[in-house]
């Protein structure tokens, strides 16, 4: 009697140390899983954030209306945004650039990216954004573009009379005539007024032109924008991916491993 009461004490003892250190065993485990998926879901959270961020390709255009260049370093082999050494190479003028930020903006954002549209749709909006742009240029194209400075237009025409004193020199030397090339620069110098408007009305044409390179750029930012919200996929594509997060996580605990009433200090006594 005293035998079997004394095996049952140490049965009891040992199943509840068994027990407690099981409970134990859970409780890191859950802890750990805890923290886990605290670190998943804000992981989780971090890529779709960047999934729908267009704030790259918008800052890339921006850069792109300001007339920067993105220039590689020969000695870091990195690259960096370079604003424009000269005149020429701004197109927009800053109600220009405002203007046209606010375009991009109305058609670029994660809420078009999360629509459904079928391909008749997106391209009736890419219709309806290069009405959009070509208004804007109509409309208001002397205020949009930079208008060339009056050092710009000055050392064109320099540049003109120059290369009109050479054309003469050239001709007299040809038919064996003599030099008269200044009365070229002190001709033109006379109506440098009228000269001056003439050129500053060709620099001007000439950002125009160059423009229609950029309204492409644009265009297909905007139509890539929107294909891939063709047929849904973009909203599909995030769909799958909570579903996917939801299922990760937990942990299975094999239920051969608890102890069970009857075993425990019996085994050692050749008892179960």
């Given amino acids: 009697m005293k035998e079997e009461q004394l095996m049952e004490y140490y049965n009891n ?3 509840q140390v068994e027990m407690q ?30 999934q729908l961020s267009l704030d790259n390709e918008l800052t890339m255009l921006d850069y792109l ?20 050494n000269n005149e020429d190479n701004r197109l927009l003028s800053d109600y220009g650039i405002h203007v046209f930020r606010e375009a ?9 990216l999360l629509s459904n549209y079928t391909e008749e749709q997106i391209n009736d909006k890419m219709l309806d954004f290069t009405r959009v742009i070509n208004n804007l240029v109509l409309k208001d194209y002397e ?3 930079f208008k060339p400075t009056l050092e710009r237009c000055k050392q064109e025409l320099l540049t003109r009379v120059e290369e009109r004193k050479k054309i003469r020199q050239y001709a007299n030397e040809l038919i064996g005539r003599e030099d ?17 408007i003439a050129i500053r009305k ?45 299922t990760k996580g937990g942990i299975n605990m094999p239920m051969g491993d608890m102890p069970r009433k009857g075993k425990g200090a019996g085994k050692w006594f050749g008892r179960s």
């Avoid at 007339?67 to 020969?74: A, H, K, Y």
């Fill in 104 to 112: 991009l903006a109305s058609y670029m954002h994660k809420g078009h």
């Fill in 180 to 196: 008269d090339s200044d009365n070229i620069a002190q001709d033109i110098i006379s109506r440098a007024e009228q000269e001056i």
């Fill in 13 to 15: 003892k040992l199943q």
């Fill in 202 to 246: 060709k620099l001007f044409m000439e950002k125009i032109k160059k423009f229609q390179t950029i309204i492409r750029y644009l265009q297909d930012n905007v139509h890539s924008v929107y294909n891939r919200a063709l047929g849904g996929q973009e909203r599909r594509s995030i769909r799958q991916h909570i579903q996917v997060t939801e």
């Fill in 143 to 145: 205020k949009i573009f």
């Fill in 65 to 84: 209306l300001r007339g920067w260049s993105l220039v590689r370093d020969p000695t870091t082999g990195s690259q960096g945004w370079q604003a424009p």
């Fill in 21 to 50: 250190q099981a409970t134990n065993e859970l409780h890191h485990a859950n802890n750990a899983i805890a923290a886990r998926n605290e670190l998943g879901g804000q992981l989780d959270v971090s890529i779709l954030k960047e």
